[in-house]
């Protein structure tokens, strides 16, 4: 009995210890705490040879001098391998750009793993002192290229990259120099013990300061520049100055307090241990939440998605922004299933190494991000049931986004990705050497790509044809070559060709971290590789001869004056450049009530910088404005709107923008049924919520609130209420009428994962195993097309609101070919012609070869082309053309035995001429279905009076002159005319 009474008199003790301790559901552990996760398992970087000892080798010399061209004696000299990678030479896996350069905040916790663990610096193979005269030399040397820098007492570090054996080399010790600045909190007081890293841009070597009690700091002895400077501090995040000028000026660098993300997970209200996720920009993190909370740090104030897992369960991914310093939110385990996916190829074998990521039903957040080995099985999930976006990637291959919905249980998805046409190559310098991380540009198309650290790129283009490739390096020079797609040997070769050397000056002294920006009037634009150092020189190497426009800019000051330059093969202009200080536009940002609204972004039109964001005081400062120009000033917070306008002036008086607080608005978002809906869109809040519940802060229009609520397969509603009382009630979503149907082969059999979309909507579906679908009708549109689609076989189906059932009958794409001819009526080699298919939306495009002629397949359906890249819709002939289902020649321009027609008309705003081929009685009022004509022209808002058309086969057509967006009260204008024919047509009085 006694043992029952204690048993009894226990278990009053932790009911009560759960009621206080946690009031809803029993108690839980402390939540695990997941910090910024250890460091990062940086590359090795592994030393590369440079000696070939005391046998035969190559020899490379130089001279060490003072700024002032003086020898400096005693100076040490230090090599390394140019392929020695370093801090510098490393890019972010997420974006591809130089981790130095990438603007991702997350990007600076990765930076600062290189500075603590001291790894990623320039590492000296061998080293040698200079002579009386300055002079050193290295003996015995293997390889084709090197790094040499110098260093000695008095002076800054200098360094030479790409040294070539026989090359002599001049290192200018520059003066040392320092930056000096403070470290602060968010609320604008000093960081006493902040940690200050420095990196040369141009010599790779640290430096390392600690701040003071007021959080001012100075790194001393410094040599060549820009600077990328990183501050850290204990329960701050990491904050990067990212191109620092030595000496220009005090920085005054702000660190935000980490955030704090706790997320419970329950399963039937009560804790449940799972697996969390977070996924944001550059941000990927996962641990289990023990006892079912668990809590991340070191988190930035952005929007990131976390999900849960466990077992066979899984919470519905929920879209964050971590405004405060402790967000809490709960995750609640429902019926889930997982996504099995194989990427195989047209053949049906495994696409090498893909990459994945799920993304929410929109394709707006991602989830989670795969990379797996080729040919292995990928598991999305378990997550909770519904309709997300997947997306797949691999080099060689068409990008693919499809819908993917999760079912309970397993779901298998097999993601047929169709084989790109690629251009491929390398990139190499004058002596043939490869030329690392050189962009090159493809035209007519006017992709880029990036050269990877051995000069090679690939990248994939519309079609085969004949493309001209252009690379460029401010320092190696620049090299185009053509070639004719597909290709894997191209070779872009740099050369010095036509320079340009810009001194960028200031207040009268060269200014370091300067940048160049030259271009050509509508044929392509060039920019330095690298910002200018201590002496202010931008060198601008490698340019086609011209006359080209140029700017430079630096993020202190205004950029220059444009000015012209005319440059010349094998020559070298000498252009000095100023820069003006500029000066800034300072302020603060409070409530109605007056107290400071931190987290702001402001900027100012004309927009002439970046926007900055103010600190916990409401402060801001937006630098290097002109001065005495009035500018207006915007302020956005998402809990906040601004209903007056506010102006300042740069230099002038502190303005102060006052923001009204949104007013917070609850409500519950259900069917006609009374059934939550769980996931939907209320203005710009993407919401999931188990129950359809909502409390959000939500801009007023006056005493009203007026916004708009959506959701995937329900009509969209627009809620127009008064904004008293807060709570909305139930917002009551009327479901969308459904097309369904079937998706078969030619064959007869049904077609299962085919992707199914119309025209007209934002969302797609995907076939069952039966071949069947069901897709919400389009909102606020009648008729509409149905498509569908799976790898290179395709249908699309006119449909309407009233149809209930469509059948879809999957056809190969349509072998197009013919040859493109210019005005003057020879074939046009190497340019491209856009298209849009008129049933889908669907873009499409291809590039000519050599002799002007184009072969590519295209799904049948109704286009739209024109020709030349980047045309205007108006005053641009376009060419409209249906596709059949068989083999089809079709020339664009003038062909040989081709008809010319030349039209005089009045021209009108809105209005469009059609030249339809046949007898056309009588169009619609505006005539929209001529875009859909069997073969024609049309110009939206021809340029002029007379207008000239090219490339008509001989016979009867049909002009059309009419409204295009709107009817009109005399209606479209019909004429017919036999070509090929005399003389001009008039249209009109």
Not at 244 to 264: N, Q, Y
Not at 336 to 365: F, K, M, Y
Not at 721 to 730: I, V
Request: with cysteine; proline share 8%; glycine share 10%.
């Amino acid at each position: 009995m006694r043992k029952w009474l204690v048993i009894s008199v226990a278990s009053v003790l932790v009911f009560v210890a759960v009621a206080v301790l946690w009031p809803i559901g029993p108690r839980a552990p402390a939540p695990a705490v997941i910090r910024e996760p250890p460091a990062r398992a940086l590359p090795s970087f592994e030393s590369v040879e440079v000696s070939s000892g005391t046998s035969e080798g190559l020899t490379l010399t130089g001279r060490v001098l003072d700024p002032a061209g003086r020898p400096v004696a005693g100076a040490d000299v230090f090599l390394a391998a140019s392929a020695q990678k370093t801090l510098t030479s490393v890019r972010c896996d997420e974006c591809g750009l130089a981790l130095l350069a990438c603007p991702a905040r997350e990007s600076a916790q990765h930076a600062w793993d290189f500075f603590e663990q001291a790894h990623g610096f320039l590492r000296s193979m061998l080293s040698v002192r200079t002579d009386a005269q300055g002079r050193f030399r290295f003996d015995h040397l293997v390889g084709v290229s090197f790094s040499v820098w110098a260093r000695a007492d008095g002076f800054g570090a200098a360094m030479r990259e790409r040294a070539a054996p026989g090359e002599p080399v001049e290192l200018y010790l520059p003066a040392p120099r320092s930056i000096s600045g403070q470290v602060v909190d968010d609320a604008g007081r000093g960081l006493p013990g902040a940690r200050v890293h420095a990196v040369s841009r141009k010599v790779p070597l640290p430096s390392e300061a600690v701040t003071g009690p007021d959080g001012s700091f100075t790194l001393a002895g410094l040599g060549e520049g820009p600077f990328y400077v990183l501050a850290s501090a204990k329960g701050f995040l990491p904050a990067v100055e990212p191109q620092v000028e030595a000496g220009a000026r005090v920085l005054r660098m702000r660190l935000e307090p980490s955030r704090t993300l706790e997320v419970r997970v329950t399963r039937q209200g009560q804790p449940a241990t799972a697996l969390v996720r977070l996924k944001a920009d550059h941000l990927s993190r996962e641990a289990r939440a023990e006892g079912g909370v668990v809590r991340f740090e070191d988190l930035y104030p952005d929007s990131l998605v976390v999900s849960a897992e466990a077992g066979g369960w899984g919470a519905a991914p929920r879209s964050l922004t971590l405004s405060e310093r402790l967000t809490r939110v709960t995750l609640e385990l429902e019926e889930a299933g997982s996504l099995l996916i194989t990427v195989v190829d047209e053949a049906g074998e495994p696409v090498p190494s893909p990459q994945l990521v799920l993304h929410t039903a929109r394709g707006n957040d991602a989830i989670q991000a795969q990379k797996p080995s080729t040919g292995e099985l990928v598991r999305f999930g378990p997550f909770s049931v519904g309709d997300y976006v997947l997306e797949c990637r691999a080099q060689g291959f068409r990008d693919v986004r499809l819908p993917a919905r999760i079912k309970p249980g397993e779901t298998a998805l097999e993601v047929e990705m169709a084989r790109a046409t690629v251009i491929a190559g390398h990139v190499l310098d004058q002596y043939g050497r490869p030329a690392p991380n050189v962009s090159v540009l493809v035209q007519p198309t006017g992709e880029a790509v990036l050269a990877d650290g051995e000069g090679h790129f690939s990248v994939p283009v519309p079609s085969p044809g004949l493309y001209e490739l252009h690379a460029h390096h401010s320092e190696w020079g620049g090299g185009q070559v053509k070639v004719t797609a597909p290709t894997e040997d191209a070779k872009l070769e740099l050369e010095p060709r036509a320079a340009i050397e810009v001194t960028v000056t200031a207040e009268g002294r060269r200014v370091e971290g300067a940048d160049v920006v030259l271009w050509v009037e509508g044929d392509g634009i060039f920019r330095s590789d690298s910002s200018s150092g201590s002496d202010g020189l931008v060198p601008m190497r490698g340019l086609p001869p011209g006359t080209y426009s140029m700017v430079a800019m630096h993020p202190d000051y205004l950029p220059s004056e444009r000015q012209k330059v005319e440059v010349a093969d094998g020559q070298t202009v000498r252009v000095t450049v100023s820069l003006e200080s500029g000066n800034p536009l300072s302020g603060e940002v409070v409530d109605t009530r007056g107290q400071p609204v931190a987290g702001a972004s402001v900027s100012v039109l004309p927009r002439m910088s970046e926007p900055v964001t103010t600190d916990a005081q409401g402060h801001f400062e937006v630098r290097a404005l002109k001065p005495g120009r009035p500018y207006l000033v915007e302020a956005r917070h998402p809990g906040y709107d601004q209903h007056d306008r506010v102006q300042g002036s740069a230099g002038g008086e502190p303005v102060r923008v006052v923001l009204t607080a949104r007013e917070t608005f609850t409500g519950r978002v259900v069917d006609q049924n009374g059934e939550p809906v769980r996931r939907f869109r209320l203005d710009e809040h993407d919401v999931t919520s188990t129950d359809g519940r909502f409390e959000l802060a939500l801009a007023t229009a006056g005493d009203r609130l007026i916004v708009s609520v959506e959701a995937p397969g329900f009509e969209p509603l627009m809620v127009d209420k008064p904004s008293k009382p807060n709570d909305l009630g139930e917002l009551v979503l009327q479901r969308a009428p459904l097309v369904t149907g079937l998706v078969r082969e030619e064959g007869g059999g049904p077609v299962s994962d085919a992707v199914v979309g119309c025209d007209a909507c934002e969302d797609s579906v995907m076939t069952g195993p039966d071949g069947r679908f069901s897709l919400p009708s389009p909102a606020f549109v009648s008729k509409f097309n149905v498509s569908a689609r799976k790898g290179r076989l395709s249908a699309s189906v006119p449909a309407s609101r009233e149809d209930r059932a469509v059948e879809l009958v999957l056809k190969p794409a349509t072998h197009l070919s013919g040859t493109v001819y210019q005005p003057n009526g020879t074939p046009a080699a190497g340019i491209q012609v856009e298209g849009v298919n008129a049933d889908r939306g669907e873009p499409l495009s291809f590039v000519t070869g050599p002799d002007g002629r184009y072969s590519v397949d295209v799904a049948p359906g109704n286009y739209r082309f024109s020709i030349g890249s980047g045309r205007d819709f108006a005053g641009e002939p376009a060419l409209l053309v249906q596709v059949g289902e068989s083999e089809r020649r079709m020339d664009f321009g003038p062909a040989p035995g081709s008809a010319s027609l030349t039209v005089r008309l009045k021209t009108g705003q809105g209005k469009a001429l059609w030249v339809i081929a046949g007898d056309v009685r009588s169009v619609g009022n505006p005539p929209r279905e001529l875009l859909r004509a069997s073969y024609g022209q049309m110009v939206y808002q021809p340029r002029g009076d007379s207008l000239t058309l090219q490339g008509f086969p001989p016979g009867r057509y049909t002009l059309v002159w009419a409204n295009f967006h709107s009817d009109s009260e005399e209606g479209p204008m019909l004429r017919t005319v036999d070509l090929p024919t005399s003389g001009e047509v008039v249209l009109g009085p």
